[in-house]
Protein backbone atom coordinates (compact mmCIF):
# COMPACT_ATOMS: atom_id res chain seq x y z
CA UNK A 1 0.00 0.00 0.00
CA UNK A 2 1.49 3.35 -0.94
CA UNK A 3 2.38 6.09 2.13
CA UNK A 4 3.22 8.40 -0.07
CA UNK A 5 1.54 11.85 0.88
CA UNK A 6 -0.59 13.70 -1.88
CA UNK A 7 1.14 15.47 -4.38
CA UNK A 8 1.46 19.12 -3.55
CA UNK A 9 -0.97 21.85 -5.10
CA UNK A 10 1.57 23.90 -7.01
CA UNK A 11 2.73 20.34 -8.58
CA UNK A 12 -0.49 19.55 -9.50
CA UNK A 13 -0.44 20.25 -13.33
CA UNK A 14 -4.14 20.62 -15.33
CA UNK A 15 -3.31 23.07 -18.05
CA UNK A 16 -1.05 23.48 -20.62
CA UNK A 17 2.44 25.67 -18.97
CA UNK A 18 3.12 28.57 -21.16
CA UNK A 19 6.15 29.42 -22.74
CA UNK A 20 8.16 31.56 -22.38
CA UNK A 21 9.40 32.87 -26.18
CA UNK A 22 7.13 31.51 -28.46
CA UNK A 23 9.99 31.79 -30.92
CA UNK A 24 12.16 28.95 -29.19
CA UNK A 25 9.40 26.62 -27.85
CA UNK A 26 9.24 23.25 -28.29
CA UNK A 27 4.75 23.10 -27.11
CA UNK A 28 3.33 26.17 -28.59
CA UNK A 29 -0.57 24.72 -28.09
CA UNK A 30 -2.88 25.90 -25.82
CA UNK A 31 -4.23 22.36 -24.92
CA UNK A 32 -2.59 19.16 -23.86
CA UNK A 33 -2.11 16.90 -27.08
CA UNK A 34 -5.47 14.57 -27.31
CA UNK A 35 -3.25 11.13 -27.03
CA UNK A 36 -1.78 12.33 -23.70
CA UNK A 37 -5.17 13.02 -22.81
CA UNK A 38 -6.58 9.82 -23.71
CA UNK A 39 -3.67 7.78 -22.69
CA UNK A 40 -3.93 9.39 -18.99
CA UNK A 41 -7.89 9.30 -18.94
CA UNK A 42 -7.45 5.35 -19.69
CA UNK A 43 -4.17 5.22 -17.23
CA UNK A 44 -2.17 3.79 -19.57
CA UNK A 45 0.94 5.95 -18.42
CA UNK A 46 2.90 3.56 -16.20
CA UNK A 47 5.49 1.44 -16.87
CA UNK A 48 7.29 1.99 -13.60
CA UNK A 49 4.42 0.52 -11.14
CA UNK A 50 2.58 3.41 -10.82
CA UNK A 51 4.86 5.92 -11.91
CA UNK A 52 6.30 7.75 -14.17
CA UNK A 53 9.95 8.83 -13.82
CA UNK A 54 12.30 11.29 -16.75
CA UNK A 55 15.78 11.18 -15.85
CA UNK A 56 16.79 15.28 -16.31
CA UNK A 57 20.74 16.11 -16.23
CA UNK A 58 21.44 19.80 -15.63
CA UNK A 59 24.99 21.17 -17.59
CA UNK A 60 26.48 23.90 -17.73
CA UNK A 61 29.91 26.08 -17.10
CA UNK A 62 31.05 25.97 -13.40
CA UNK A 63 29.06 28.97 -11.43
CA UNK A 64 26.67 29.82 -14.13
CA UNK A 65 23.66 28.61 -10.94
CA UNK A 66 22.46 24.79 -12.16
CA UNK A 67 22.77 24.04 -8.11
CA UNK A 68 20.41 27.07 -7.06
CA UNK A 69 18.23 26.34 -10.38
CA UNK A 70 17.73 22.98 -8.85
CA UNK A 71 17.15 24.31 -5.30
CA UNK A 72 14.50 26.44 -6.48
CA UNK A 73 12.74 24.01 -8.41
CA UNK A 74 12.44 21.49 -5.64
CA UNK A 75 12.76 23.26 -2.30
CA UNK A 76 11.88 27.04 -2.88
CA UNK A 77 15.23 27.83 -1.40
CA UNK A 78 18.41 30.22 -2.93
CA UNK A 79 22.12 29.97 -1.29
CA UNK A 80 23.85 32.70 -2.44
CA UNK A 81 27.06 31.10 -1.29
CA UNK A 82 28.62 29.03 -4.10
CA UNK A 83 29.89 25.84 -3.21
CA UNK A 84 30.93 23.58 -6.04
CA UNK A 85 29.39 20.44 -7.17
CA UNK A 86 31.59 17.34 -7.08
CA UNK A 87 30.59 14.97 -9.34
CA UNK A 88 26.75 14.93 -9.23
CA UNK A 89 24.32 15.05 -7.19
CA UNK A 90 20.62 14.38 -7.56
CA UNK A 91 17.41 15.71 -6.47
CA UNK A 92 14.01 13.78 -7.00
CA UNK A 93 10.14 15.64 -7.07
CA UNK A 94 7.00 14.45 -8.20
CA UNK A 95 4.18 15.86 -9.71
CA UNK A 96 0.68 15.09 -11.06
CA UNK A 97 0.10 15.95 -14.78
CA UNK A 98 -3.72 15.58 -15.65
CA UNK A 99 -4.13 13.11 -13.01
CA UNK A 100 -1.12 10.92 -13.43
CA UNK A 101 1.58 10.31 -10.91
CA UNK A 102 4.76 11.81 -12.53
CA UNK A 103 8.09 12.30 -10.94
CA UNK A 104 11.31 14.30 -12.80
CA UNK A 105 15.01 12.95 -11.32
CA UNK A 106 17.06 16.06 -11.90
CA UNK A 107 21.09 14.80 -11.78
CA UNK A 108 22.66 18.48 -10.74
CA UNK A 109 26.57 18.22 -12.20
CA UNK A 110 29.55 19.43 -11.93
CA UNK A 111 30.62 22.44 -14.53
CA UNK A 112 34.45 21.92 -12.95
CA UNK A 113 36.88 20.55 -15.63
CA UNK A 114 38.22 18.65 -13.25
CA UNK A 115 34.93 16.85 -12.40
CA UNK A 116 33.68 16.30 -15.90
CA UNK A 117 35.02 12.66 -16.04
CA UNK A 118 32.45 11.65 -13.16
CA UNK A 119 29.76 13.79 -13.96
CA UNK A 120 29.71 12.62 -17.31
CA UNK A 121 29.63 8.67 -16.66
CA UNK A 122 25.72 10.06 -15.35
CA UNK A 123 24.52 11.67 -18.49
CA UNK A 124 23.53 8.04 -19.85
CA UNK A 125 19.93 7.27 -19.98
CA UNK A 126 18.55 11.01 -19.97
CA UNK A 127 15.30 11.75 -21.52
CA UNK A 128 15.75 15.71 -21.09
CA UNK A 129 18.61 17.67 -21.02
CA UNK A 130 19.00 20.97 -19.63
CA UNK A 131 21.95 23.10 -20.64
CA UNK A 132 22.34 26.15 -18.18
CA UNK A 133 24.31 29.42 -19.14
CA UNK A 134 24.46 32.62 -17.08
CA UNK A 135 23.28 35.60 -18.61
CA UNK A 136 25.42 37.66 -17.93
CA UNK A 137 28.17 35.84 -19.84
CA UNK A 138 28.47 35.23 -22.84
CA UNK A 139 31.72 32.61 -22.82
CA UNK A 140 29.22 30.29 -21.07
CA UNK A 141 26.45 30.95 -23.59
CA UNK A 142 29.18 30.18 -25.99
CA UNK A 143 30.18 26.89 -23.90
CA UNK A 144 27.00 25.45 -24.37
CA UNK A 145 27.28 23.74 -27.67
CA UNK A 146 30.33 21.31 -26.03
CA UNK A 147 27.78 20.38 -22.88
CA UNK A 148 25.01 20.13 -25.27
CA UNK A 149 27.78 17.52 -27.55
CA UNK A 150 28.97 15.72 -24.65
CA UNK A 151 25.79 14.70 -23.20
CA UNK A 152 24.47 13.42 -26.65
CA UNK A 153 27.80 11.41 -27.24
CA UNK A 154 26.01 9.49 -24.14
CA UNK A 155 22.27 9.27 -25.29
CA UNK A 156 20.44 8.84 -28.84
CA UNK A 157 19.80 12.14 -30.28
CA UNK A 158 16.40 11.66 -31.41
CA UNK A 159 15.71 10.09 -27.61
CA UNK A 160 16.11 13.42 -25.78
CA UNK A 161 14.25 16.93 -25.29
CA UNK A 162 16.39 19.96 -24.62
CA UNK A 163 16.26 23.26 -22.54
CA UNK A 164 18.38 25.95 -22.75
CA UNK A 165 18.00 28.09 -19.69
CA UNK A 166 19.45 31.20 -18.61
CA UNK A 167 20.27 31.99 -15.01
CA UNK A 168 20.76 35.14 -12.88
CA UNK A 169 18.49 37.27 -14.85
CA UNK A 170 17.79 39.60 -11.76
CA UNK A 171 21.80 40.49 -12.19
CA UNK A 172 21.37 42.02 -16.07
CA UNK A 173 19.95 45.53 -17.18
CA UNK A 174 17.00 44.86 -19.81
CA UNK A 175 19.19 46.00 -22.51
CA UNK A 176 22.10 44.06 -21.34
CA UNK A 177 20.20 40.89 -21.54
CA UNK A 178 18.21 41.53 -24.78
CA UNK A 179 21.49 41.37 -26.34
CA UNK A 180 22.50 37.96 -24.91
CA UNK A 181 18.57 36.83 -25.84
CA UNK A 182 19.15 37.11 -29.56
CA UNK A 183 21.90 34.88 -29.65
CA UNK A 184 20.28 32.44 -27.05
CA UNK A 185 17.27 32.62 -29.33
CA UNK A 186 19.42 31.98 -32.40
CA UNK A 187 20.99 28.65 -30.83
CA UNK A 188 18.02 27.44 -29.15
CA UNK A 189 16.35 27.29 -32.58
CA UNK A 190 18.95 25.38 -34.05
CA UNK A 191 19.58 23.39 -31.78
CA UNK A 192 15.88 22.88 -31.41
CA UNK A 193 15.50 23.51 -27.52
CA UNK A 194 13.10 25.30 -25.95
CA UNK A 195 14.48 28.32 -23.89
CA UNK A 196 14.06 30.25 -20.82
CA UNK A 197 15.55 32.79 -18.43
CA UNK A 198 14.95 33.05 -14.90
CA UNK A 199 16.61 33.97 -11.70
CA UNK A 200 16.80 31.47 -8.94
CA UNK A 201 17.26 34.47 -6.57
CA UNK A 202 13.83 36.07 -7.12
CA UNK A 203 12.10 33.27 -8.24
CA UNK A 204 11.34 34.71 -11.82
CA UNK A 205 9.70 32.50 -14.52
CA UNK A 206 11.11 29.87 -12.35
CA UNK A 207 7.18 28.30 -11.80
CA UNK A 208 6.25 28.17 -14.82
CA UNK A 209 9.81 26.89 -16.48
CA UNK A 210 8.93 24.32 -14.02
CA UNK A 211 5.69 23.20 -14.93
CA UNK A 212 6.66 23.37 -18.92
CA UNK A 213 9.68 20.73 -17.82
CA UNK A 214 7.17 18.92 -16.02
CA UNK A 215 5.11 19.03 -18.85
CA UNK A 216 7.62 18.35 -21.77
CA UNK A 217 8.97 15.41 -19.93
CA UNK A 218 5.97 14.12 -19.42
CA UNK A 219 4.70 14.44 -22.95
CA UNK A 220 7.91 12.87 -24.19
CA UNK A 221 7.62 9.99 -21.96
CA UNK A 222 4.48 8.86 -22.49
CA UNK A 223 4.23 6.87 -25.50
N1 LIG B 1 22.07 36.87 -8.31
C1 LIG B 1 21.98 35.56 -8.61
N2 LIG B 1 22.94 34.71 -8.23
C2 LIG B 1 22.80 33.41 -8.55
C3 LIG B 1 21.67 32.92 -9.28
N3 LIG B 1 21.82 31.59 -9.46
C4 LIG B 1 22.99 31.28 -8.86
N4 LIG B 1 23.59 32.36 -8.31
C5 LIG B 1 24.85 32.39 -7.57
O1 LIG B 1 25.89 31.91 -8.44
C6 LIG B 1 26.81 31.12 -7.70
C7 LIG B 1 26.95 29.75 -8.34
O2 LIG B 1 25.72 29.05 -8.24
P1 LIG B 1 25.65 27.45 -8.28
O3 LIG B 1 24.21 27.10 -8.41
O4 LIG B 1 26.36 26.85 -7.16
O5 LIG B 1 26.44 27.14 -9.63
P2 LIG B 1 26.69 25.73 -10.34
O6 LIG B 1 26.46 25.94 -11.80
O7 LIG B 1 25.89 24.66 -9.69
O8 LIG B 1 28.26 25.52 -10.08
P3 LIG B 1 29.14 24.15 -10.19
O9 LIG B 1 28.58 23.19 -9.20
O10 LIG B 1 30.54 24.55 -9.85
O11 LIG B 1 29.06 23.67 -11.58
C8 LIG B 1 26.32 31.08 -6.26
O12 LIG B 1 27.03 32.05 -5.50
C9 LIG B 1 24.85 31.46 -6.36
O13 LIG B 1 24.35 32.08 -5.20
C10 LIG B 1 20.65 33.86 -9.66
O14 LIG B 1 19.64 33.54 -10.30
N5 LIG B 1 20.86 35.18 -9.30
Known sequence: MSVLPPVRRDRVIA????????????????????????????????????????????????????????????????????????????????????????????WDTAGQERFKCIASTYYRGAQVVIIVFDVNDIASLGHTRQWLEDALKE????????????????????AQYSQIEQDALRLANEIQAEYWAVSSLTGECLDCSKLKHVYISFNWNIF
Open 15 to 106: QLPQCFRKEAAIHTKSDFNNKVKTACQEQRTGTVGRFKISKVIVVGDLAVGKTCLINRFCKDTFDKNYKATIGVDFEMERFEVLGVPFSLQL
Open 155 to 174: NDPTGVQLFLVGTKKDLSSP
